[in-house]
């Protein structure tokens, strides 16, 4: 597995971004993936994750009903709608792998093995 993100950019509370995650390196085994966020002076955390089949999907609460995660296996890819952003969604976006579950979604990010090298993502008041 071996991952990157994209997508982040700059754009005013109320917009809409749309991050991609493409696993250049697919394992055959298949994986939970996970988008997690960091911003300044705070710790990781989870804000999405979708079984390896799809049929599965796990939200932060602050972000259900604004962001939708998805992925399509047969492109080796992910991606992660952001709609209603806010000033507090500002951070850097990391999609992850969890290579030891194809369905539980957990949201440690030490459980995840695999991370991309994360997209920024800032929104202005």
């Known amino acids: 597995v071996q991952l990157q993100a994209s997508g982040g950019g700059s754009v005013q509370a109320g917009g809409s971004l749309t991050l991609a995650c493409a696993d250049s390196?697919?394992?055959?085994?298949?994986?939970?993936m996970g988008w997690f966020r960091q911003a300044p002076g705070k710790e990781r955390e989870f804000v999405a994750g979708?079984?390896?089949?799809?049929?599965?999907?796990k939200y932060a609460d602050s972000v259900k009903g604004r962001f939708t995660i998805s992925r399509d296996n047969t492109k080796d890819a992910g991606s992660l709608q952001m709609n209603s952003l806010k000033p507090e969604d500002t951070a850097v976006y990391y999609c992850?792998?969890?290579?030891?579950?194809?369905?539980?979604?957990?949201?440690?990010?030490?459980?995840?093995?695999?991370w991309g090298q994360g997209t920024q993502v800032t929104v202005s008041s």
């Open positions: 979708i079984s390896w089949s799809g049929g599965t999907t």
């Open positions: 390196r697919r394992t055959s085994s298949g994986y939970v």
């Open positions: 992850a792998a969890d290579v030891r579950r194809l369905t539980t979604i957990t949201t440690i990010p030490r459980n995840y093995d695999y």
